[in-house]
């Protein structure tokens, strides 16, 4: 995980069905096993023909769903408390701001047995 300091990495989306995709960062856990291990996670919400649901925590794509090949890049900034999320294809950006000063770490939620994606660094 990450605390301080300048971190990035880059997914590829393998694979996205109609199913919702979560990416971005999330704390680890301070609670019992039924949360498996996970608090709040701050990220990127997008899924095929729907934008999502915007939350204090969640931001949905305005340009769209991610599609099949899409790579997003991730630049956490520990320091400043910020982690700004681009889709290279379409070149959308959003920061998410405010973020805790806990130990965050990548974070990846996929809803449908056919949805992949690829870990860059």
């Given at each position: 995980?990450?605390?301080?300091?300048?971190?990035?990495?880059?997914?590829?989306?393998?694979?996205?069905?109609?199913?919702?995709?979560?990416?971005?960062?999330?704390?680890?856990?301070?609670?019992?096993?039924?949360?498996?291990?996970?608090?709040?996670?701050?990220?990127?919400?997008?899924?095929?023909?729907?934008?999502?649901?915007?939350?204090?925590?969640?931001?949905?794509?305005?340009?769209?769903?991610?599609?099949?090949?899409?790579?997003?890049?991730?630049?956490?900034?520990?320091?400043?408390?910020?982690?700004?999320?681009?889709?290279?294809?379409?070149?959308?950006?959003?920061?998410?701001?405010?973020?805790?000063?806990?130990?965050?770490?990548?974070?990846?939620?996929l809803f449908?047995?056919?949805?992949?994606?690829?870990?860059?660094?």
């Amino acid at each position: 995980g990450a605390q301080r300091g300048h971190h990035s990495w880059n997914v590829r989306i393998n694979q996205s069905s109609a199913s919702q995709i979560f990416l971005g960062v999330v704390e680890k856990a301070r609670t019992t096993k039924a949360s498996r291990g996970l608090t709040q996670a701050y990220c990127w919400y997008g899924g095929v023909g729907e934008k999502g649901r915007v939350g204090q925590w969640e931001k949905s794509l305005s340009k769209g769903a991610f599609q099949k090949d899409d790579v997003v890049q991730f630049d956490l900034d520990c320091d400043q408390h910020t982690l700004t999320i681009t889709n290279l294809r379409s070149d959308e950006t959003d920061i998410l701001d405010n973020l805790p000063s806990a130990e965050l770490f990548p974070f990846f939620s996929l809803f449908h047995e056919n949805d992949g994606l690829s870990l860059i660094w």
